[in-house]
């Protein structure tokens, strides 16, 4: 969840000080974490098939797309709030599609979580950009069936360094497109923030998410990443100079004590319906 709160920070740092356009942002942060879990995925060993599946990296890709480009239109408070209310509802559904029957406390965690979102993004909730909305709306369904998709991986980090490295080709479909729109800009700072966000934040988190996913249940995995929102906050204050408010640290406790709670309720592994 650190890793995932670092790529909003670098992102922010990159999209909101003029260093990069959200294509260019977007291509170099897949092209790192391509790189570096391919040579995890070497190092290892493993592979991911004979035959990788378009279905994750064209999932990951709408989902780094939409998040930088919806972030040139909407507040971070708005968008925090849209990806993960679109996550909650992908991987939730998902989950009792498939049988999952959370216990009375995870819903409770949920519902608790939920509202220190609310808190946390509810200066940013006028009228925000339709536009904007969306694209984080897509984003976080996006990011939703790619996780769901990660919890069945047999070789994580190889199945992560296809998926990567098979965004790319759609990557550069969307630099080439800005850059005959005359969008496309990208300097020293922006290339630097953009490769961090994909070596490290992306490419070796996502390899780490996707080891945990395989002892979490769909719900759990979905609750657990709100506490992404909080620490990104948290990461402004330290890292960009952002003031602590009131707001902030209640939105913190409620969303990790939400977590908690849910996460703390173990179903018993003996019971059946």
Known sequence: MVAFAANSLLCRAA??????????????????????????????????????????????????????????????????????????LTMNGAGLLRGERPRPLEWAGLALALTGLVVLARPGLARPDPRGAFLMLVAGVAWGLYSLRGRTAAHAVATNAASFALALPLAIVAVTAAALLGSLRVSSVGVSLALASGVVASGLGYAVWYLALRGLTATRAAIVQLAVPPLAAAGAVVFLGESVSRRLLAASVLILGGIALAVGARRPTTSRC
């Open 15 to 88: 999209l909101g000080g003029g260093h990069a356009d959200p294509a260019s942002f977007t291509a170099l942060r897949l092209l790192g974490g391509a790189a570096v879990l391919g040579l995890l995925a070497r190092g290892r060993g493993s592979v991911a098939g004979r035959a990788s599946p378009w279905g994750p990296a064209v999932a990951l890709f709408a989902y780094a797309a939409g998040f930088s480009f919806a972030y040139t239109r909407i507040s971070a408070a708005t968008g925090a709030l849209l990806l993960f209310a679109a996550v909650q």
